[in-house]
C-alpha cells in the first residue's frame, strides 16, 4: 500500500501536534491546572516538596510515554543501533531502574524510576522520529508559550504566578516555583537565539520573546539564573572564536577552563564577601552548605549504590529538613545512586560533551553552539539545583535527544551525524 502526499503531509502534521504537545508538557506548560491551595502554601513557605503530582497529570505523562513507545516498536533496529552506542547512557538508565532492588522505599524508586524510562523514551522518540532543526523549533514554541502564559498568570491569577511569603513578590510564572522558572526562561532566551536563523519570517515574534524571558529571569529573583544567563550570553563570542580557531577545539577549551577557573578563583577569594552581599547571599548559598554538610553524613552510611532513585530527601532528610531535593545534582545522583551511579552519570556527560564540541567545529551554524550552551547550562545548574536526572523535565529530554542526534553512525536513522552528507549548510553567521 502507497501512502500519498496528502497523507504524508497529514501524518506528519500529526507527529508535529504530538512531539510539540509532549514538549510543552515537559517543559511545564499546564503544570498550573494540577496546582492546588496545599500546594501554593508549600510553594509561598519556600518548601518544595518531592511529590509524584496529581493523579491527572500522572495520566496525561504516561500516555505520552506509551505513544512514543507504540511509534518506536517497529523501528526497534534504529532504536538498538542508537543504545549499543551509548552504553553509559543505557547503564546509566538502567541502574536507576534496577535501584528498586536496594532503595529504602522500593515503591517510590519503581514509581519514579519508570517515570524516568518513560521520559527518557519519549527522548529517543524525538531522536529517530524528528529532525535536528525541527526540534529546536518544536522547543521554541514550548518555551515561547509558556514564556507568554507565565506571564498572563502574573496578572490573572498571582496566586499560582507570584511567590509573597518566603519570596517577596517573586515571580514563578506557570511553573510554581522561582528557581525552576528562572533557568527555563534562561534556556527559553537559548533556543531562541538558536532558531533565529530558520524563522526569518517570525523574527520580531522571536526576538519579543527572548526579552519577554530575559525580564522574566529578572523577575524570577533566581541569583543563579542570573548569573549563569549573563555567562551564557557573554560566552557566544567566545564559542564563535573558538568554532573559526586552528587549534584543536578541546586543547583551546581546556587552556580556557584552566585560565577562567583560576581567574573565578581570584575573584572568589578577594571579594567573596562583596559579592555574596551584592547578590543577596551569605557564606552558605541560602543553606546549601549546610543541606550539603547533612546529606553526605547520611550518604555516607551506603556510598557505593546509594539510598535508591529519588528516595533520598523521601526518608533521608526529610525528617529534619523540609526540601525536596539537595540544590545539587551530581551530589543527589551520589546520594541516590552512588558512587557507582555518578561515575555513570559523569561518562555520559564526558560523551555529551566531546561530541557536541565536535558538532561545533563541523558546522557553522547556531544549532551547534546551542548544544554546548545547553551542556554548559546543565552543568552550571547542576551544581546549584536539582536539574538531573529528573522524570518529566525538558533538561533531562534535551539531554538525551542531543546525545542521541550526536551519536556516529550510518545513515539508518536521523541524528545529527548521520545526516551530515544530505544536510543543507546553513549560511554563515
Not at 499560582?160 to 518566603?166: D, E, K, L, M, Y
Amino acid at each position: 500500500m502507497t501512502v500519498n502526499a496528502h497523507q504524508k503531509g497529514s501524518l506528519w502534521l500529526l507527529e508535529q501536534t504530538y512531539a510539540l504537545i509532549g514538549l510543552m508538557h515537559m517543559v511545564g506548560a499546564f503544570k498550573f491546572l494540577t496546582i492546588t491551595g496545599a500546594d501554593i502554601q508549600q510553594l509561598q513557605t519556600g518548601a518544595v516538596q518531592l511529590t509524584d503530582g496529581s493523579l491527572g497529570f500522572q495520566i496525561f505523562g504516561s500516555t505520552i510515554y506509551m505513544i512514543a513507545l507504540i511509534v518506536l516498536l517497529p523501528r526497534y533496529q534504529d532504536v538498538i543501533a542508537l543504545l549499543i552506542r551509548n552504553k553509559a547512557l543505557v547503564c546509566f538508565v538502567g541502574l536507576i531502574m534496577i535501584s528498586a532492588l536496594w532503595s529504602d522505599l522500593p515503591t517510590v524508586t519503581l514509581r519514579r524510576s519508570a517515570a524516568l524510562f518513560g521520559t527518557t523514551i519519549f527522548a529517543m522518540y524525538l531522536a529517530v522520529r524528528i529532525k535536528p532543526r525541527e526540534f529546536i523549533t518544536l522547543l521554541a514554541i514550548s518555551l515561547g508559550f509558556v514564556a507568554v502564559e507565565s506571564l498572563l498568570l502574573v496578572f490573572l491569577v498571582p496566586d499560582i504566578a507570584v511567590q509573597t511569603r518566603s519570596y517577596i513578590d517573586t515571580w514563578a510564572g506557570a511553573l510554581g516555583h522561582k528557581n525552576i522558572f528562572g533557568r527555563t526562561m534562561v534556556l527559553c532566551m537559548l533556543v531562541m537565539w538558536a532558531v533565529l536563523p530558520q524563522a526569518r519570517t517570525y523574527k520580531p515574534v522571536v526576538w519579543g520573546i527572548f526579552f519577554l524571558a530575559l525580564f522574566e529571569v529578572v523577575m524570577s529573583q533566581s541569583r543563579t539564573s542570573w548569573i549563569v544567563g549573563v555567562g551564557l550570553l557573554l560566552a557566544l563570542p567566545f564559542l564563535r572564536y573558538l568554532r573559526a580557531a586552528r587549534v584543536p577545539m578541546t586543547m583551546r577549551l581546556v587552556l580556557v577552563a584552566i585560565i577562567g577557573l583560576g581567574g573565578v578563583g581570584y575573584l572568589v577569594l578577594q571579594f567573596a564577601d562583596d559579592g555574596l552581599a551584592l547578590l543577596g547571599r551569605d557564606a552558605t548559598f541560602s543553606g546549601r552548605t549546610d543541606i550539603w554538610a547533612s546529606a553526605i553524613n547520611v550518604g555516607l552510611k551506603s556510598p557505593w549504590l546509594g539510598s535508591g532513585y529519588r528516595t533520598f530527601y523521601t526518608s533521608g532528610l526529610t525528617n529534619r529538613v523540609q526540601i525536596g531535593n539537595g540544590h545539587n545534582s551530581f551530589l543527589d545522583i551520589w546520594l541516590e545512586l552512588g558512587t557507582v551511579g555518578l561515575v555513570l552519570f559523569l561518562a555520559t556527560m564526558v560523551v555529551a560533551i566531546s561530541r557536541a564540541l565536535n558538532r561545533l567545529s563541523s558546522y557553522d551554524d547556531r544549532r551547534g553552539l546551542l548544544y554546548v550552551m545547553f551542556m554548559i547550562f546543565m552543568m552550571v545548574f547542576g551544581m546549584a539545583a536539582q536539574v538531573f536526572p529528573d522524570h518529566g523535565t525538558i533538561p533531562w529530554v534535551m539531554y538525551v535527544t542531543i546525545i542521541l542526534y550526536l551519536t556516529p553512525m550510518g545513515s539508518v536513522i536521523q541524528p545529527e551525524r548521520a545526516v551530515r552528507r544530505h544536510e543543507v549548510p546553513a549560511p554563515a553567521e
